[in-house]
């Protein structure tokens, strides 16, 4: 079964206990439609020492998750992503829905170039559009005049 998710990508939690986290994808199972993310869904396991040298005692390791818990970061944009598919120089490429910056590292660097592109025009064509000249607002001032009485007391000893 083909995967969007791939070994090396950026992904963010969605679903479940660990919703929010972020990491590194350092294994894929596509058999099983899992996914193993660094520092994400941690669980203890009790380890018998194998040798004399080694140790025993209660480890903390990755467990796999299931892939759709988890949304691709888009490494243009910077935001959770549904993957697209485009052609890009005759290959086909995982591409970002939002911003269609290519997901692949072999592309990404061609995308950012493409996406700074667009995003320069539509600045330009929004602050040429929001021209506006407001009128001067008339200026009141209040002053408040407050005196202090002063009183003093003495106690004799």
């Known amino acids: 079964m083909k995967m969007a998710i791939k070994k090396g990508d950026t992904v963010v939690v969605i679903a479940g206990k660990e919703k929010g986290k972020s990491g590194k994808v350092i294994d894929v199972y596509p058999d099983s439609n899992r996914i193993l993310v660094e520092n994400v869904n941690q669980v203890k396991r009790h380890q018998k020492p194998k040798s004399q040298q080694d140790k025993g ?21 910077g935001k959770a992503t549904r993957v697209a598919h485009t052609v890009i120089e005759g290959e086909k490429v995982r591409a970002c ?9 072999k592309y990404v660097k061609q995308s950012k170039k ?6 320069s025009t539509k600045k330009t064509e929004t602050s040429e559009t929001k021209t506006e000249v407001k009128a001067p607002a008339k200026k009141t001032t209040t002053t408040k005049t407050t005196t202090k009485k002063s009183t003093s007391t003495k106690k004799d000893n």
Not at 97 to 105: A, E, F, I, N, V
Not at 114 to 119: C, I, N, R
């Open 97 to 105: 829905k939002k911003c269609k910056g290519s997901l692949d590292k």
């Open 114 to 119: 493409e996406v700074k592109k667009a995003t």
């Open 57 to 77: 005692g209660i480890i903390t390791k990755n467990a796999p998750f299931d892939a759709s818990n988890a949304m691709v970061v888009c490494p243009v944009c």
